[in-house]
T-cell receptor, first 114, second 114 residues
Framework: GDSVTQMEGPVTLSEEAFLTINCTYT??????LFWYVQYPGEGLQLLLK?????DKGSNKGFEATYRKETTSFHLEKGSVQVSDSAVYFC?????????????FGKGTKLTVNP | DVKVTQSSRYLVKRTGEKVFLECVQD?????MFWYRQDPGLGLRLIYF???????EKGDIPEGYSVSREKKERFSLILESASTNQTSMYLC?????????????FGPGTRLTVL
C-alpha cells in the first residue's frame, strides 16, 4: 500500500543553521504531497503542499519540491529560528475504497537552540 | 478561519468505561477524520466520514466506533476503554471541493486509561 518514510529524529540545530528533513514515498498513481507542522501542545497545521511532479511548495521560508523520479519531497529551510522548533510530518494523499485520505510519516522532531 | 474544536484537552478514564470524544468543525466541511498519535508511530487513521451518517474504517478501527448524526459533529466512541488506548486523539476536517486534500486539525485530546 501507499506509505511515507521520513528521517528519524530528533534533529537538533543551532539558530540560523540549514535544515533538511528527508521524505520519500511509495504510491500508486500521482498523489499530492504535504508537510504538516505540530507546535508544542497544538494540533497539526498545513505548512506546504505540492500537487504534481516538479511543483515546489513554500511557506514561512520552508520549501519542498515534488520529485517524481526519486519519489521524494524533502523539506528545507535556509536559516532556522527557535520558533521553528516543532514536529514535522510528511504526508501523501491516497485512495482507499474510492475515498481519499492522507497517509502520514512518523514525524521528525526539530529543536532549534539559540 | 477554519476552526476544529475537541471537547476535552485532557481526559482520564478507567478500564472498561465507555468514552466519548467529540469533535466539531465550523466550516461546513463534508469530510471528517479521527486519528491517534503515538510516539514513534506518527498519526494513524482510525475512522473517517465523507457524509452525514456515513463512516469508513481507517487503518486501526478495532476497539473504536464513530457517529456522525450532523455534518459539523463527528464523535469517536471507545466502547470499553483499555490501557492500550491511552494516546493523543486528533480530529480533522476537510472540504470535498477546492483544496480537498488539505485537512484542518483540532488541538487534540490526550486520553489516559487507568
Amino acid at each position: 500500500g501507499d506509505s511515507v518514510t521520513q528521517m528519524e529524529g530528533p534533529v537538533t540545530l543551532s539558530e540560523e543553521a540549514f535544515l533538511t528533513i528527508n521524505c520519500t514515498y511509495t504510491a500508486t498513481g500521482y498523489p499530492s504531497l504535504f508537510w504538516y507542522v505540530q507546535y508544542p501542545g497544538e494540533g497539526l497545521q498545513l505548512l506546504l503542499k505540492a500537487t504534481k511532479a516538479d511543483d515546489k511548495g513554500s511557506n514561512k521560508g520552508f520549501e519542498a519540491t515534488y520529485r517524481k523520479e526519486t519519489t521524494s519531497f524533502h523539506l528545507e529551510k535556509g536559516s532556522v529560528q527557535v520558533s521553528d522548533s516543532a514536529v514535522y510530518f510528511c504526508a501523501l494523499s491516497a485512495y482507499q475504497g474510492g475515498s481519499e485520505k492522507l497517509v502520514f510519516g512518523k514525524g521528525t522532531k526539530l529543536t532549534v537552540n539559540p | 478561519d477554519v476552526k476544529v474544536t475537541q471537547s476535552s484537552r485532557y481526559l482520564v478514564k478507567r478500564t472498561g468505561e465507555k468514552v466519548f470524544l467529540e469533535c466539531v468543525q465550523d466550516m461546513d466541511h463534508e469530510n471528517m477524520f479521527w486519528y491517534r498519535q503515538d510516539p514513534g508511530l506518527g498519526l494513524r487513521l482510525i475512522y473517517f466520514s465523507y457524509d452525514v451518517k456515513m463512516k469508513e474504517k481507517g487503518d486501526i478501527p478495532e476497539g473504536y466506533s464513530v457517529s456522525r448524526e450532523k455534518k459539523e459533529r463527528f464523535s469517536l466512541i471507545l466502547e470499553s476503554a483499555s490501557t492500550n488506548q491511552t494516546s493523543m486523539y486528533l480530529c480533522a476536517s476537510s472540504s470535498t471541493g477546492g483544496s480537498r486534500n488539505e485537512q484542518f486539525f483540532g488541538p487534540g485530546t490526550r486520553l489516559t486509561v487507568l
